[in-house]
């Protein structure tokens, strides 16, 4: 029966969504094939008429730190996608350019910011160092606006996203140190938008530069009226004036439009603002520029050593301030390239132009290569759509991510036995899948129609990557996925598990210890948070893969943002960790922590969690806490008579396991308790607020356990609700297990946030999405989208 299957792997939790890698194929060759690649999907974006939107990597070999700047290269990556676009991130892998690098080259490259490996290239690198490829000294570097602009060009790309410009220095009429930037700017027709040039160089010259040169230079008004100011990088106001306005995105595509028809060679500059929230005021910014600029010339950095060394002491006199001017105005320019290249594409799709985008030619074996991987795009698509944009979500998920194995037993012809031989080899079916009880809630929220963000943690490694590939191919952003440099404690998560030849579990093994590292080793406020802060999801749901301390602080910053929280205890050992006696780690719910001041909204445990979670919670002292007095005597409990009413409302049996009354207990702390009982249904247990309607209600009548006294505050009552399971199924019905939970879970905070009034409301939705789950073979079933449409 269910009930007996899944109590043999409540524990471990596994599904077998497919791990897509990469196939290895030899690279395809351009007629300049050992020097410059361009990537199969930028090339047929190119040659179809898609919007595409060029990307520097100097921005994670020299302008990020290491694993940050593969976060944040992925972030970009998803945004151009968000917002209907196709990225193409352009860098030199080995000594030759890449156009549109592959998410491992991706993070080969980003990684180079920790050992500082990669060369800065730009125009006057490129030949140098393709060149020192082919002599066999095969470099990787990060191309500069200068050298992204070229390789954009020859791939016949047309609008370019970064975060600054460069300029000319301070003093440039005497040093000559003028940027590459700008002359590529006046020779190369690629639009770039960026939020101007750094705010320590001299604006003023940089634009009578950029005026010599030819290129066309307007600033976004951004709903402003009249004259606006060209941006200073860090603050929207530089003082001076641009010498164009641009108010729209469709302008500007329309700009580039008739440029190209005319055609003029040059480039243009589209400025960006930074964001209003993340703008530095511009009296503050000068002082810390001034004092900046100082320091340099005290200690004698010059030429290509001032920028790095100025733009360190003003991340240090702003108190962190300009890293998250910088990311903000990064991730604003690129959404606003994509949207650039959207209208763009529109205009010549208008207008037929679309066999005169300049593309490289491609070798004949290279479209025959080509036409093979389109005939398999075709047969196998990835996303029904674009992943949703980054602006606003409604779910932040946090949890597991793990690659799993599962090695099924196939016995020889003939064999009895189900049940593989222990001390020698066995001969298996194995599948590679991608699991982990945080990925599972999140795909399952996404099918079920909500916009959702998952965060986890991987490592750099084989694992990492094809996670990460999968997670782009099941449509889910991999924006909130941490990239750790590779070492022992920061392998990527690893599940193993040994079926019999029914499929039951025979033995596994699990490598989670990414999940357990401590605080320090993770960026929370740099990454996670601030990804939190801007998404505002109206729930967090949280596993508890997560060593205490961090579920501690994912718990913390949910409550600081607004966020309601989701439980989800993962396992026995696990479930307690919300109890944490720890004297060094702060519990995520101490006693202090009772309604109104409850940390978590919601928890999903199965019957063994519960008891253990109960367990912990009485062992912390919890329910000695006057809080919890308080609320327990609010409820208005009879002293009599409590059995009797228990049984009529859910069992003899479950209240002879104390069921009712672990989940009653726990109340005050989790005002919503779903208990996962396997053949015996699901229990809904919660705490209601004076007022709530259900408590008069004819139809809710049944299931009032009880009701407070009018006098008290925060007590209305207890509901308590047993759903029959929506099926029962015969061994041979249940494909797996494993993502059944994490489906309901998903199921219940999907119906929510899509308007649900109760809890109560959404259980049979989650049920039947759950049992779609239970019959499927591929984890979280794909079909229960089509609950949402029926």
């Known amino acids: 029966m269910l009930a007996s299957r899944a109590a043999a792997r409540h524990c471990c939790r596994r599904t077998r969504v497919p791990v897509l890698v990469a196939p290895v194929r030899r690279l395809h060759g351009l007629a300049q094939s050992k020097f410059l690649q361009v990537s199969e999907e930028v090339r047929d974006a190119v040659a179809t008429g898609k919007p595409v939107v060029a990307l520097e990597s100097t921005i994670y070999t020299h302008g990020f730190p290491y694993p940050e700047s593969v976060a944040l290269a992925s972030l970009l990556e998803t945004v151009v996608r968000a917002n209907g676009g196709v990225p193409a991130t352009i ?238 105005l990064v991730e604003a320019n690129v959404q606003r390239a994509a949207r650039v290249a959207v209208e763009l594409s529109k205009l010549e799709r208008t207008n037929g132009t679309l066999n005169e985008r300049h ?33 606003k979500v409604d779910v932040l998920v946090a949890g597991s991510l793990a690659v799993d194995l599962s090695c099924d037993y196939t016995p020889p012809a003939g064999e009895k036995d189900i049940k593989p031989v222990s001390d020698t080899s066995n001969p298996a079916t194995i599948t590679q899948s991608l699991g982990g009880v945080g990925h599972n809630v999140a795909i399952a929220t996404k099918y079920l129609g909500s916009s959702v963000l998952f965060c986890s943690v991987v490592g750099d490694d084989l694992s990492g990557r094809a996670a ?30 040994v079926n019999d030849a029914k499929k039951d579990l025979v033995m596994a093994m699990a490598d989670m210890g990414i999940m357990e590292l401590p605080e320090q080793k993770l960026d929370f406020e740099g990454f996670w948070e601030t990804l939190l802060s801007r998404t505002k999801p109206q729930w967090v749901i949280v596993d508890s893969n997560w060593s205490p301390e961090v579920l501690t602080k994912w718990v913390a910053v949910a409550k600081k943002h607004g966020a309601r929280v989701a439980f989800e205890p993962v396992s026995n050992a696990k479930s307690c960790r919300l109890f944490s006696k720890s004297a060094e780690v702060n519990a995520a719910i101490s006693p202090s922590a009772s309604v109104p001041n409850n940390a978590i909204s919601l928890a999903t445990p199965n019957q063994f969690e519960l008891t253990t979670m109960y367990m912990a919670a009485r062992d912390s002292g919890l329910f000695d806490s006057e809080g919890w007095w308080h609320i327990i005597d609010a409820m208005g409990m009879s002293s009599g008579g409590s059995r009797d009413r228990l049984v009529a409302m859910t069992s003899n049996q479950l209240v002879d396991q104390g069921i009712p009354q672990q989940n009653i207990q726990l109340l005050p702390y989790i005002p919503c308790l779903i208990t996962k009982l396997g053949s015996q249904g699901v229990l809904v247990t919660q705490l209601l607020r004076p007022g709530d309607p259900r408590l008069t209600s004819p139809d809710s009548a049944p299931y009032i356990l009880s009701r407070a006294a009018l006098a008290d505050e925060l007590v209305g009552g207890v509901y308590m609700r047993l759903f029959p399971p929506a099926a029962v199924l015969a061994d041979e019905e249940i494909v797996s297990v494993n993502g059944a939970g994490d489906t309901l879970l998903g199921a219940v905070i999907s119906g929510l946030v899509k308007g649900a009034k109760t809890v109560e409301d959404v259980i049979p939705f989650a049920q039947e999405a759950s049992l779609r789950t239970l019959k499927s073979p591929g984890g979280v079933s794909s079909d229960i989208a089509s609950l949402v449409r029926s």
Not at 249 to 274: C, D, R, T, W
Not at 469 to 488: D, F, H, K
């Open 91 to 328: 860098g030199i892998l080995n000594g030759v350019a890449k156009v549109g690098l592959n998410a491992e080259e991706l993070i080969e490259l980003a990684s180079t910011a920790e050992s500082k490996s990669a060369l800065k290239v730009s125009r006057r690198d490129l030949g140098y160092i393709c060149g020192l490829g082919l002599a066999g000294k095969r470099l990787h570097g990060g191309t500069t606006v200068s050298g992204t602009m070229i390789l954009a060009h020859l791939a016949g790309i047309k609008v370019f996203g970064t975060g600054g410009l460069g300029g000319v220095h301070r003093g440039g009429e005497s040093s000559m140190d003028i940027s590459a930037d700008l002359t590529e700017l006046g020779r190369t027709p690629v639009a770039v938008v960026s939020s101007g040039c750094k705010s320590f160089l001299d604006i003023p010259r940089t634009l009578e530069y950029l005026e010599t040169e030819g290129v066309c230079v307007g600033t976004f008004a951004d709903g402003r009226t009249g004259q606006v100011d060209f941006p200073a990088f860090f603050t929207r106001d530089s003082g001076i004036k641009s010498p164009k306005v641009i108010q729209d995105e469709a302008e500007a595509a329309a700009i580039i439009y008739a440029q190209s028809k005319l055609p003029v060679s040059s480039g243009m500059h589209f400025a960006n603002p930074v964001p209003v929230q993340q703008s530095i005021p511009k009296n503050e910014m000068d002082d810390i520029i001034e004092e900046a600029i100082r320091l340099a010339k005290v200690e004698g950095h010059q030429g290509s050593d001032n920028t790095p060394f100025v733009l360190s002491k003003i991340k240090q006199l702003s108190g962190g301030k300009s890293v998250t001017a910088n990311r903000a």
């Open 359 to 391: 593309m490289p030619a491609i070798s004949e074996d290279v479209k025959a290569d080509q036409a093979t991987s389109e005939a398999e795009l075709k047969l196998n698509p990835t996303t029904e759509g674009p992943i949703e944009a980054l602006d």
């Open 468 to 497: 990460l590939t999968a997670l782009r191919t099941e449509g889910l952003s991999t924006a909130g996925v941490q990239v750790l440099p590779a070492s022992n404690s920061a392998r990527t998560a690893q599940y193993v598990a």
